[in-house]
């Protein structure tokens, strides 16, 4: 397993970077409460735009929904990025879309694993989590003033030590058998996201890609969230992320956020409505 501290100082990860934005600034902490937390104060204090907080160990990750996340200190990616994005609040998840499909081609490409995603935000390999993200925004009077993409990887764990989470978790060494190089696999991702967030600002969508990687469409969900608890079929994903689900009645509900907490089994066209 690689030494984390001795191998990814700041310098080290930018070096061998060559991003426009992302991962200009590096800041790296050996152990932190939540690098997310750390990356809002700082984006507070305007610091440059795709400045990557980076830690080996998080003492309150954190995920979706109030969750913690964790992960044993030297085992995975823990990292969120900062962006001034040019972008309504409502379309604030177009981050995490864009994010969400770096990491999984980084993935593929690192590993030659199959990463799919499961609507909203989590990374799946053979349909088990290995990863997640969890975007915080700052809004001002309508305006989005920041938005914070935290990323965490499960790279070299035993996916035991996770206990049993919500939805079934691996790591990419449980996956491959051996370990990962997360110097590597970081700035393959961080190439990713660069690219990417470079052409989101040119008018570029994720919508489609993002369609193509998703295990959710065509299955039957139980979504709990803010809106109680939907079941229906998982149509499409429009611009901004939001689940077309066609409930039982045959109405499309839009879902932003929400949290798919069961596939049901397939049910005939008309049961599905
Ligand atoms: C989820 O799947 O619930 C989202 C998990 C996001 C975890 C990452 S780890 C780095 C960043 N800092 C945090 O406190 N959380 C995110």
Redesign the pocket.
């Known amino acids: 397993m690689d030494d984390w501290t001795g191998n990814l100082s700041p310098e080290v990860i930018a070096a061998g970077l060559h991003t426009e934005i992302i991962g200009q600034r590096v800041v790296y902490f050996r152990r932190i ?5 750390e ?1 809002v104060r700082l984006a507070l204090d305007n610091i440059p735009e795709g400045t990557l907080v980076i ?1 080996d160990e ?1 003492t ?6 109030g ?1 913690r ?1 964790l ?1 044993p200190p030297g085992t ?1 990616l ?3 990025i900062v962006f001034y994005p040019r972008l309504d609040p409502t379309q604030v998840h177009r981050l995490t879309m864009l994010c969400s499909l770096a990491v999984a081609d980084a993935i593929s490409e690192s590993t030659g694993l199959p990463a799919r995603i499961k609507w909203p ?2 990374l799946l390999i053979h349909g088990k ?1 290995v ?4 975007t915080e925004a700052g809004i001002q009077g309508g305006r989005l003033l920041y938005a914070i993409v ?3 990887v499960n790279v070299n764990l035993d996916p035991e030590v996770l206990g049993r989470p919500l939805t079934p978790a691996t790591s990419l060494s449980h996956e491959i058998g051996s370990s990962v190089d997360r110097l590597a696999l970081l700035r393959s991702i961080l190439r990713s996201v660069d690219r990417r967030y470079r052409m989101l600002r040119e008018g570029w969508s994720p919508r489609a890609e993002w369609a193509a990687r998703l295990d959710t469409l065509g299955q039957r969900l139980r979504l709990a969230g803010r809106h109680g608890v939907l079941e229906g079929l998982a149509l499409d994903v429009d611009e901004d992320g939001a689940l077309l689900l066609k409930l039982a009645g045959g109405e499309v509900r839009r879902v932003l956020v929400g949290d798919v907490t069961t596939h049901l089994a397939p049910e005939t066209e008309d049961q599905a409505g």
């Open positions: 409460p939540s690098t997310n937390d990356a830690a998080q309150a990750g954190k995920g979706r929904m969750r996340w992960a995975s823990l990292f969120s935000n989590d989590k990863g997640g993200l969890l935290g990323i965490g």
